[in-house]
């Protein structure tokens, strides 16, 4: 029997696939073929999860959550399948799985492949995500799916990572942002109430990530409906 492992970084990611509140670290059976652990950002967390998942019985992996744009043409919304993932070399994706999971999905979705490559930082400007792109030849970037892949290689199992765009190129989440979310993708809303106050974040900035994250998880929870059966049939 197959054993689905999905590893997932943020709440707001999790939720797609399940109303369940998950603690972070350990592993939650979603139904006889599914387990998930929802591990916090990072690589570090990622690998940890990853390794965890297996160790109970998880016979493949699935990286499932929100990535950057670093090509121009993407946009928020725009489902991410890569056909490889760079984690300063190239890992490989089940190429097969991959296919299975894309006809399963709605014709209206714009679905991308190429290479998505793993950074060991958020990158947080135009620049960044220019020279990032330049060097790993990636359409996009997240921070977990590379350790994933790379547990997934070394135990000999099919991976497969599910990424949608929630920032574009020229639009990133602020610096100062960042040590006001924790480490489970939630905010810190007194810190970003004191952000603003010092106009270190505007308004505006905060609006429009809300608006692009939740058009990435309008994507999101429509590939968890369609393609459930791929992902283990999580409820």
């Known amino acids: 029997m197959n054993i689905v492992g999905i590893v997932v970084a943020m709440r707001i990611e999790a939720r797609c696939l399940t109303n369940r509140n998950l603690p972070i670290g350990e592993i939650i059976n979603l139904g006889n073929n599914s387990k998930i652990c929802l ?57 097969a799985w991959r296919d299975r999971v894309q006809k399963c999905l709605p014709s209206n979705l714009r679905v991308i492949g190429g290479k998505l490559a793993t950074s060991k930082k958020v990158l947080t400007s135009l620049n ?3 020279d990032f792109a330049k060097i790993t030849g990636a ?3 997240d921070l977990e799916s590379g350790a994933i ?26 610096l100062a942002l960042l040590d006001a979310v924790n480490p489970d993708g939630s905010a810190n809303l007194g810190q970003i109430i004191s952000l603003l106050l010092q106009r270190s974040v505007t308004l505006s900035t905060l609006l429009r990530l809300g608006r692009d994250v939740r058009t990435a998880r309008a994507t999101l929870t429509t590939v968890a409906i369609h393609a459930r059966i791929e992902l283990g049939n999580p409820t």
Do not use: H, W
């Open 39 to 95: 591990c916090g950002m990072g690589g570090n967390a990622a690998r940890k999860a990853a390794i965890k998942l297996q160790e109970e019985g998880a016979t493949s992996l699935i990286s499932f959550g929100v990535s950057g744009a670093l090509d121009s043409k993407l946009r928020p919304g725009d489902l991410v399948l890569p056909q490889s993932v760079y984690n300063e070399r190239l890992l490989p994706v089940s190429l």
């Open 128 to 130: 960044e995500k220019c």
């Open 139 to 141: 359409s996009a970037v």
């Open 149 to 174: 892949a790379e547990v997934a290689e070394d135990s000999d199992i099919p991976f497969l990572a599910i990424r949608v765009i929630s920032d574009p190129i020229e639009f990133s989440p602020p």
